[in-house]
């Protein structure tokens, strides 16, 4: 009964999750935008102050939602009279193998094209470490290192692999199992905000390999393993394979569409925009351009942010985040060591000159080449 109750859940949760899928981006924003007056009603109900209901990693409306899974589950499972959940348990087992395993593969080949652990911004990199909030410095250090990245993302694809191959599913199992418990207790550890959504991803890896868990014990004790049935079902006999195939197809083209466009394997080398880096003006002011569209002013221990828009013929916008109003406009000349920058700066004229900061060349950013403890002598 808990199993058939916790294969409800899962399927539920992978249906309704508020993490967009790259094929549909509009079908985990109709669950998000659809369910938040309902979790609002609830949250006011329940006393909460201050919640964020949208469906969204670790919001309010997300727990809410966890929730009311649950028992709609119980729901569902008391309903179920005509035992149909134990008839298609097979399927629906499936359904949460290939859910779980798309999701490493997605997140697997993140990590090897270097999207998820990108490298650190140039206002980062300058940022003293203990100004940097906790899940910041993790992602910074982790995207420093080529290699942590790309073995990571092996491992995970591995284990997605093995999921979809229905022998090995119930190694791919305890694979995930293992990346899982991993990633999350980085997300508790070091406060990153998907603690709910990869706590759901372990639950269906360990779901996966409970039935396993036998077997893989009398293994690890060299007793005789039994024949055991694969986790799902088979699609060997008559046309299901053709089933099969055209949803690994789809599992296949929805982890790679985000990378369509893609120039290089390693995201460290694509290109950056116009002017991306760290400068420093003549009074000792530094000022850093970031990938994502802004300009970020250094003050004292803190930092100051502007969206910038790129104008025609080497000029620049600078907007406020708060209300959006422009704070500058600014035309620029750049030489190989140099920016020259000339405009107005809140209604003020201006000219400066800043000297390029060679951010790549820091310590944290430099190969491994360390292999006996003689290295480090300088």
Known sequence: MLYRWTTIYLILFALTAPIEQPLCPAYSAFWAEGLAPFYSACGELLGIEGGYYRLASDSTGF???SIWLAVLAALLLLWDKKNWSQQFQSYLQLGIVYYLGMQLGRYGLDKLLKQQ????????LYQPLGYIEKDLAFWSVMGSSWTYSFWTGIVEILAALALFYRP????????????????LLINISFDINVKLYSAGLLWMALYLLWPRLKGLWAWSTGQALAAR???????????KWWIKTLVLLCIGLNILWPYRHRRHWNDDMETRPPLHGAYVLEDGQEFYIHRRGYWIMQQ???QKSYRLRYLPEDGLALYDLQGDSLQARLYYRQTSDQLFLFGQW?????SWRANTLIYRELPLLRPAQHWRVEDWRE
């Open 63 to 65: 727990y809410l939602h």
């Open 117 to 124: 652990f990108f490298l650190p911004e140039p206002n980062t």
């Open 168 to 183: 090995s599913r119930a190694l791919g199992a305890l694979l995930a199992a293992g990346v899982m418990g991993q990633v």
């Open 229 to 239: 049935a694969s986790l799902g079902p088979s699609f060997l006999g008559g046309r």
């Open 300 to 302: 004292g221990r803190r």
């Open 346 to 350: 809140a209604g003020q004229d201006v």
